[in-house]
């Protein structure tokens, strides 16, 4: 079935050190978004990408959506305590809108 | 605009018993979607709704049930609580008009003992 999947599972960094998450999803998506959620807290929306290929910035925090539309990866720059939470993507299905998948996440831990 | 709204935010239920949470979306959202949240176990997709209508449905038991009425407001109802539903239940809203850009309600918090 279609899954939407993410690595690594758990990052701990220093603090001032960079991080990547990648997503990957079985299928075509429409769009791929994503999500922070602090410990403690609920997730909240980061940004979507539409476009295939598309790279969009948040200061610290780069977004890129896959050619293929299947695959998408966020990296933060110079990682900050205030960094630490669980980073989800999620997307539509690229032609069956109903069907909405999310991330299995990434918990990042950033030491200072 | 008002965001997703859950209530209640707390609750503590005993073993047993039955618990209905309630979800308003965002004004304008037709989409009301539920998951269950537990440690170590991420997002578990509950089911959705739109236009009164169960769209999509997760992997849970019968136990599990929602609606959602005509303002497009939702509840979830978890009937004869297990000590494993303790979790936060998160309810989101989107549409179609938005890129189908999904907001999450801050959620509530359910343990049961």
């Known amino acids: 079935g279609q899954q939407v999947m993410q690595i690594p599972q758990y990052q701990h960094v220093q603090e001032g050190e960079d991080f990547t998450t990648y997503c990957n999803s079985s299928?075509?998506?429409?769009?791929i978004q994503w999500y922070k959620q602090r410990p403690g807290g609920h997730p909240v929306f980061l940004i979507q990408?539409?476009?295939?290929?598309e790279v969009k910035k948040q200061k610290r925090l780069t977004f890129q959506f896959g050619e293929a539309k299947k695959n998408s990866s966020l990296h933060i720059t110079a990682t900050q305590t205030t960094d630490v939470g669980t980073y989800f993507c999620?997307?539509?299905?690229?032609?069956?809108?109903?069907?909405?998948?999310f991330g299995s996440g990434t918990k990042l831990n950033v030491k200072p | 605009k008002a965001g997703v709204t859950q209530t209640p935010r707390y609750l503590i239920k005993t073993r047993g018993q039955q618990v209905t949470l309630s979800c308003s979306p965002i004004?304008?959202?037709?989409?009301v979607s539920w998951y269950q949240q537990t440690p170590g176990q991420g997002l578990q997709f509950l089911f959705e709704?739109?236009?009164?209508?169960?769209?999509n449905k997760g992997n849970f038991p019968g136990r599990f049930s929602g609606r959602q009425f005509s303002n497009s407001r939702s509840e979830m109802n978890v009937s004869t609580l297990e000590l494993g539903d303790s979790a936060l239940y998160l309810c989101?809203?989107?549409?179609?008009?938005?890129?189908?850009?999904?907001?999450f309600g801050e959620g509530s918090w359910l343990t049961v003992v």
């Open positions: 990408l539409v476009k295939s290929g």
């Open positions: 709704y739109f236009s009164e209508t169960q769209r």
């Open positions: 004004s304008g959202h037709r989409s």
């Open positions: 299928t075509t998506l429409s769009n």
């Open positions: 999620a997307g539509p299905h690229s032609y069956n809108f109903n069907k909405f998948y």
């Open positions: 989101a809203s989107r549409s179609a008009n938005s890129g189908n850009t999904i907001y």
